[in-house]
């Protein structure tokens, strides 16, 4: 796993960022001592604030026999990026809680039946990218915990990193680096037609904040064009 990367004298950067984006699972944090998980988190964290988007993106690219299979359960839903902030919040306070808390919490004006919904898709988004657990009990993470400590700007960097652990957002990206790619026709080989739709909105959002902190021009213009969404 990528913290025992992290803990080595001598850190091989581009095996940790191999690991983390690749083979990442955010709930084996607790066979580690608080002092290592302390240790591998502020690493890690200094670690994604330096490295460049371009390079994240071309390591998963050169991985890409090792990007995980695309599901309905992977593929984010939200209604509000701002949101994964507040979810954090809620959580790192909450003790044994659930989906419908959660999205009373974020968003009080919904409908009941809508919150636990709302709550849910916020929840999962966050835990895609590795700040809460992926399963019960609902918990923020090490690296949550540590997110939560940055200031406003330094989030939105590492933020948009984080996005880069998605695996449908993986597979876009790669993919338009060479050749073009229609985003809703992956989306339709694993929801209906009316859930793309619904979908596709998300997805281009988070590629454009990925995309806004590409260094490359070329590379930039090129998954831009790239991608579709037809």
Known sequence: MYIDELLKEEIDYNKVLTLFFLDNFNYEYRKYTDNE??????????????????????????????????????????????????????????????YELIGYYINKDSKKGAQMKYG???????????????????????????????????KLVVRNKLFLQIPI???????????????????RKYLSESTSIRRRSNLKNIINCICENIEDIELNVRIMTNIEWK
């Open 37 to 98: 998980r302390e240790q591998s988190t502020n690493r890690l964290i200094n670690i994604l604030e330096y490295v460049s988007t371009d390079n994240i993106i071309k390591l998963i690219d050169s991985n890409k026999d090792k990007i995980k299979d695309i599901n309905p359960g992977n593929i984010p839903q939200f209604s509000n990026l701002s949101s994964i902030n507040d979810v954090l919040d809620f959580v790192s306070v909450a003790e044994n809680t659930t």
């Open 120 to 154: 849910e898709n916020h929840y999962k988004i966050a835990a895609l990218m590795g700040l809460v657990t992926l399963q019960k009990p609902f918990e923020v993470t090490d690296l949550g915990k540590r997110y939560m400590m940055l200031t406003e700007e330094e």
């Open 169 to 187: 957002v993986q597979i876009l990206l790669t993919s338009a680096i060479s050749d073009r790619v229609n985003g809703m026709d992956v989306l």
